[in-house]
């Protein structure tokens, strides 16, 4: 028995915006690729996913990021100073594991295009725009709601003919979120709407607003097992993390830089001079000063990060050095610097 499953765009289009959908496409491509299901896939889905793909996940990264921007200044505006930046700091939590999840986003996207690999398009024969063009006509679903719905009545057909080609133990099933269009009106939106129910014997042919129902009935296990490794994958750096991580890289890296100047001022190819001295003198002869002020600023600051990070500020090696370069430019870049950014 093969499972045949016409999924709508809306539905293709909803799973790219939920990161807890992905458990069900990895299952869906396994079952593809062990022939347990194949998708009948109209070019007009196709097409329409393709021209609505950036929209969506755009929309779905930017709406809960710009949200939690606006409770950001509100919060800043009115929120009582006392525990505001922890609650700031909550936040910005919050929104860096947003525009990390935005990777889901990607994933799934590249899991659906390829799902979308894994058939031939059906393209629209001359039968099926007639047949649209007379449920257009007679007014029927998907035209029973005085819009032009010739996309969703090509869809439909096609899947009339893939029902008429049905081998015997095969189950083809209709998937869509598409509820207005497809299913009942005021009723139970689970069933399909009266004009097209003769379709769907509820045996061979299925009607579905629900992807997850479907295959849970045929795969339930694999599902579960795969949420179950999909829970248990490495989690993203917090932002603290990551801020808590680039100061400590940036601090050792200046704390190690400061020592060639000391060796400089210690074996007297640099001097220490007063800051009139620094002012009086032409600009080739400062390359061999250091201004006292700034000497003295160092050496506290130097004090400091050594009580910050006891024992964790060199001397390095040449490949340690390299270490805490890679790292440093990594994390920055993760946090919008361009590759390479060393500066401390």
Same mark, same amino acid.
Not at 163 to 175: G, K, N, T, Y
């Given at each position: 028995m093969k499972i045949k499953l016409l999924i709508d765009t809306s539905v293709w289009l909803d799973l790219t915006k939920d990161p807890r959908h992905l458990p069900l496409l990895d299952a869906l491509f396994a079952m593809t690729e062990a022939g347990e299901v194949e998708l009948i896939l109209p070019q007009m889905i196709l097409d329409e996913f393709a021209r609505n793909r950036d929209r969506v996940v755009a929309s779905?990264?930017?709406?809960?990021?710009?949200?939690?921007? @606006?409770?950001? !200044?509100?919060?800043? #505006?009115?929120?009582? =100073?006392? %525990?505001?930046?922890?609650? +700031? #700091?909550? +936040?910005? =939590?919050?929104?860096h594991r947003i525009a990390t999840g935005g990777e889901a986003v990607n994933e799934a996207v590249s899991l659906i295009e390829k799902l979308f690999t894994t058939t031939s398009p059906i393209p629209v024969s001359e039968s099926v725009k007639a047949r649209a063009a007379d449920r257009a006509i007679a007014k029927v679903a998907p035209f029973h709601r005085q819009i032009n719905g010739i996309g969703d009545a090509i869809i439909i057909e096609?899947?009339? !003919? *893939?029902?008429?080609? @049905?081998? *015997?133990? !095969?189950? +083809?099933?209709?998937?869509?979120?598409?509820?207005?269009?497809?299913?009942?009106? %005021? *009723? !139970?939106?689970?069933?399909?709407?009266p004009d097209i129910a003769a379709v769907f014997d509820g045996v061979h042919s299925r009607y579905s607003t629900n992807l997850g129902v479907i295959l849970n009935e045929y795969a339930g296990d694999l599902i579960e097992e795969i949420t179950f490794d999909r829970e248990y994958t490495q989690q993203s750096r917090t932002l603290s993390e990551l801020l808590g991580a680039e100061d400590k890289l940036t601090t050792q890296i200046w704390y190690g830089r400061k020592g060639g100047i000391i060796d400089a001022v210690e074996s007297g190819k640099q001097k220490r001079v007063p800051r009139e001295v620094w002012d009086a003198a032409k600009p080739k002869d400062r390359r061999g000063m250091i201004v006292d002020e700034i000497w003295d600023g160092m050496i506290a600051a130097m004090k400091s990060a050594e009580e910050q990070y006891p024992d964790e500020l060199g001397p390095w090696t040449d490949f340690e050095w390299g270490m805490l370069s890679g790292k440093l430019s990594a994390i920055r870049w993760v946090l919008g610097d361009e590759w390479d950014m060393l500066d401390t």
């Open positions: 779905s990264r930017a709406s809960l990021s710009s949200h939690f921007k @606006r409770v950001k !200044d509100a919060i800043v #505006q009115f929120a009582p =100073e006392d %525990g505001r930046n922890e609650i +700031l #700091q909550q +936040l910005n =939590e919050i929104d096609t899947y009339i !003919d *893939a029902c008429a080609e @049905r081998e *015997a133990d !095969d189950v +083809l099933a209709f998937v869509t979120h598409n509820v207005h269009d497809f299913s009942q009106k %005021g *009723a !139970d939106t689970r069933l399909p709407h």
